[in-house]
């Protein structure tokens, strides 16, 4: 069973599952459940990243652990199972040929009977001084119903406007003392459903900060301070908070997938019932209806964040990787 950096596949014998990913969240739950199903001739692909983020919300893991030692964890009990990993490799193309689903890598490809693909998104990131090392230490991509409860009591800062910035910003108020909305332009009209720009300018626990940017964040282990620059008069103010949030855009890592794998306008998988329901039934070719996780190509699986209205948490993409293989089996049972 090799694995290593900078190393292609071996690609003996046609594997039975294929995942698509780097070794991170979903592909543990997926290594897991390979080799008593299929045997040790499955295959996971990634490119390797550098990993300093720090989950700090992940079950099992009250003090919290970093990207890195969770993905050597992940790699070590991927090992254990028996899937070959093939790292530093970006998978550059998908194709159906008949029945096998293959992916492709510059001038090689790996063919299987099923694939899972669980690319993730790549969030934008936001340019402020200390943002990375506080990153998961009171400074948050995206949040969640657990992180607001955290909040209760305390001033919170939101940055975005779009309307995942503005529904975090109500779901927080629900506890924080205070939330203030950090907006770039001077108005929420271009980018915010007016329900919520409604709901937001009306409650009294939420202060919208217009032609506003964060451009440093300062702590000691966590969060304490930043710095809010005012992108007209160019002056800075120090705020204390120990709680940011940050909703500047996510996009799919799906622009390897060829026409087949139907994707909405931002490029999210569309997966299972959606496929039928959000206006794509004409793209499912079977009589039988798709999987939960079934993509418009049959036998071709998404889990975790690259799939449309996924919750973009650790604990989600495990579970939907363990339900992939499981969907997989169901799957390779009718062909
Ligand atoms: C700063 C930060 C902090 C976070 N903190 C938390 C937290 O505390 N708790 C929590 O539950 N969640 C947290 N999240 C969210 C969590 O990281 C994601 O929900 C989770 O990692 C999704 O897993 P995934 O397997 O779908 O995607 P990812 O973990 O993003 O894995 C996808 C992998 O696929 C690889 N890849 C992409 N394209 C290709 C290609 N073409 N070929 C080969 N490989 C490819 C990528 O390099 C990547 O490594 C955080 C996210 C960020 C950005």
Redesign the pocket.
Known sequence: MPHGWYQGPSVMTKPSILT????????AAVARDLRSRYGPSSES?????A?K??????LGFPK?LS?SDL?QRAMAQVSRFGAEVVLA????GFESRGQVRA?L?GSRDIEARALII????S?RRLEAEGLETL??RG????A?AS?AGQCEGDDVNVVGAANSAGQAALNLARFAKRVVLVVRSGTLEATMSSYLIQRITSSPTIEVRYRSEVRAVRGDGHLKFLEITDRDTGLTEEVASSWLFIFIGASP?T??LGDDVVRDSRGFVVTGHDLLNAGHPQRWPLTRAPFALETSVPGVFA?????LD?????????G??AMSVYLVHRYLGTI
């Not at 692909?45 to 990243?49: D, E």
């Open positions: 698509v990913d780097d070794v991170p969240q979903v592909s692909c990634g490119r390797r990243r990993l983020h720090w989950k700090s919300n992940y919290g990207s993905t490799n970006d998978v550059v992916v890598f669980a690319t993730g998104v969030y990153s998961g400074v948050y991509y995206g969640n992180e890592r622009s390897w889990a975790g964040d690259v799939q996924s919750m973009k948490r650790v604990a989600s993409a495990v939907e990787g």
